[in-house]
């Protein structure tokens, strides 16, 4: 993975609030969603190389931003959009019913 692609990953991450210590977990993976989303989801994220585990409550958290950092990414009337909340629903995923709801990610 490109320095740059970190760097932004990393920066992003920071921006929206996501912990340190999950971040650098995510980094040590190459931020390679695949396999990372599927690991947030069930809680078991881990440093690759120096193997300390985040807590459950701060990859719970990580993944609920990154999901408002792409819904918010995405227009939601557009076909990636329509198939992206429809994919969260599925999932079980709960959007946000008012405005102030997402208000975890700050505003630039």
């Known amino acids: 993975m490109s320095s740059k ?4 990953w990393k920066t992003t991450l920071f921006d929206i609030g996501v912990e340190t210590s999950v971040i650098e977990a995510m980094s040590s993976h190459s931020f390679n969603w695949i396999n990372i989303i599927p ?3 069930e809680r078991k ?12 409550a701060d990859q719970e958290d ?20 329509r198939d ?6 599925a999932d079980g995923f709960k959007f946000p019913t008012t405005s102030g709801a997402d208000s975890k990610i700050p505003e630039e």
């Open 39 to 41: 690991i947030l989801v």
């Open 84 to 89: 992206l909340r429809k994919s969260l629903t």
């Open 45 to 56: 994220l881990v440093h690759v190389y120096n193997y300390i585990p985040t807590s459950a």
């Open 62 to 81: 990580a993944l609920d931003r990154l999901v408002m950092f792409v819904l918010k990414s995405v227009p939601p009337d557009s076909s990636l959009g």
């Open 5 to 8: 692609i970190a760097t932004y």
